[in-house]
């Protein structure tokens, strides 16, 4: 099986000669660091771990230049978010096109880039406020800035997938800190219920079967909204840190809803029997049940040493490969 074969086989619960292997990310420092050190060369270190390769749709989904204050992009959502805008696909876009048509590797497109808050203009801690009492106190106009940004995503979804056929896709939603959601579950399904399924129908027009949150912090109390909007994965940045354990998701949820990483970052920092009891504690209960893809809950930092996350990945491929 080629890797997209696999990933697709093994999330619709099919038989697969292994379980795919993905991490979230290398930070680019790490990566200079590990060449500094002659671990790695040129190469990226996805192929010194025989790791899947994949790639993402290189489209730019955000605004451009947007400005500190946020009460100055809701007059005019649509000049923010203009599908037409050439700046938002390379130069190359056609030829890029051509050469994935028969690739063998994964391609993911990040259509919703931006979370609720980064939508309305959330950039730091004091433009945080407005955005709030905007919220709370005009729900109508408020809603009408998410109903036009949903507008974009669905002509940003057509223009992407009707050129190439994407294997996954993330929707990126940092709405919640350690202690839990910023906004109520209630308040967060009023306003993005609506939007997450008409990106998710457009998405499923084009065949794209697997979507994953992306989100942070202590997010259980808003699971159950992003598994109506038609969301079916789920990846948690620095799940451990805020509680977040895929043992008790799974146990809960089940594998309806997809999961990928959720191994302690942290525990790359202590010694090889600290990695193994972490690894040994969560893959073989939860990969029985099927759908998850494990990996670390967090990008690869450079705090990280080389010897110890070759030992991690070594211990992860026992537990998932024998």
Same mark, same amino acid.
């Given at each position: 099986?080629?890797?997209?074969?696999?990933?697709?086989?093994?999330?619709?619960?099919? !038989?697969?000669?292994?379980?795919?292997?993905?991490?979230?990310?290398?930070?680019?420092?790490?990566?200079?660091?590990?060449?500094?050190?002659?671990?790695?060369?040129?190469?990226?270190? /996805?192929?010194?771990?025989?790791?899947?390769?994949?790639?993402?749709? +290189?489209?730019?989904?955000?605004?451009?230049?947007?400005?500190? @204050?946020?009460?100055?992009?809701?007059?005019?959502?649509? $000049?923010?978010?203009?599908?037409?805008?050439?700046?938002?696909?390379?130069?190359?876009?056609?030829?890029?096109?051509? #050469?994935?048509?028969?690739?063998?590797?994964?391609?993911?497109?990040?259509?919703?880039?931006?979370?609720?808050?980064?939508?309305?203009?959330?950039?730091?801690?004091?433009?945080?406020?407005?955005?709030?009492?905007?919220?709370?106190?005009?729900?109508?106009? #408020?809603?009408?800035?998410?109903?036009?940004?949903?507008?974009?995503?669905?002509?940003?979804? @057509?223009?992407?997938?009707?050129?190439?056929?994407? @294997?996954?896709?993330?929707? *990126?939603?940092?709405?919640?800190?350690?202690?839990? +959601?910023?906004? !109520?579950?209630?308040?967060?399904?009023?306003?993005?219920?609506?939007?997450?399924?008409?990106?998710? $129908?457009?998405? /499923?027009?084009?065949?794209?079967?697997?979507?994953?949150?992306?989100?942070?912090?202590?997010?259980?109390?808003?699971?159950?909204?992003?598994?109506?909007?038609?969301?079916?994965?789920?990846?948690?940045?620095?799940?451990?840190?805020?509680?977040?354990? *895929?043992?008790?998701?799974?146990?809960? *949820?089940?594998?309806?809803?997809?999961?990928?990483?959720?191994?302690?970052?942290?525990?790359?920092?202590?010694? /090889?029997?600290?990695?193994?009891?972490?690894?040994?504690?969560?893959?073989?209960?939860?990969?029985? !049940?099927?759908?998850?893809?494990?990996?670390?809950? @967090?990008?690869?930092?450079?705090?990280? +040493?080389?010897?110890?996350?070759?030992?991690?990945?070594?211990?992860?491929?026992?537990?998932? /490969?024998?």
């Amino acid at each position: 099986m080629n890797v997209r074969q696999r990933f697709h086989a093994y999330l619709n619960g099919q !038989s697969v000669d292994r379980v795919p292997r993905i991490e979230s990310k290398f930070a680019p420092d790490t990566i200079d660091l590990w060449r500094e050190q002659g671990h790695v060369g040129d190469s990226p270190p /996805e192929e010194l771990f025989c790791l899947d390769r994949h790639e993402s749709v +290189p489209v730019q989904m955000r605004k451009f230049d947007p400005p500190d @204050d946020p009460r100055t992009i809701w007059q005019r959502i649509p $000049e923010w978010y203009d599908a037409e805008d050439s700046r938002r696909f390379p130069d190359d876009w056609d030829a890029w096109c051509l #050469a994935v048509a028969q690739r063998e590797h994964l391609i993911s497109f990040e259509p919703w880039h931006e979370g609720m808050f980064q939508i309305f203009g959330v950039r730091n801690a004091a433009s945080i406020v407005p955005v709030l009492l905007f919220l709370i106190d005009e729900p109508k106009r #408020a809603q009408s800035v998410l109903d036009q940004y949903t507008d974009y995503l669905e002509r940003m979804i @057509d223009k992407v997938c009707g050129r190439i056929i994407v @294997d996954y896709a993330i929707l *990126y939603e940092p709405v919640a800190s350690n202690q839990g +959601p910023v906004i !109520s579950p209630q308040m967060a399904r009023r306003y993005l219920l609506p939007c997450y399924r008409r990106v998710c $129908e457009r998405l /499923e027009k084009y065949g794209v079967k697997h979507r994953f949150v992306w989100s942070s912090g202590r997010i259980h109390k808003l699971i159950p909204l992003w598994l109506d909007g038609g969301l079916n994965g789920l990846f948690v940045d620095q799940a451990c840190a805020a509680g977040i354990d *895929y043992r008790q998701v799974r146990k809960e *949820y089940g594998p309806q809803l997809a999961l990928m990483g959720g191994l302690d970052n942290a525990t790359l920092l202590k010694n /090889e029997d600290g990695i193994r009891r972490e690894l040994e504690s969560k893959i073989p209960q939860i990969l029985d !049940s099927g759908r998850y893809i494990p990996g670390l809950d @967090d990008t690869v930092r450079a705090y990280i +040493p080389f010897e110890r996350f070759c030992r991690y990945r070594e211990i992860l491929l026992q537990l998932t /490969e024998g």
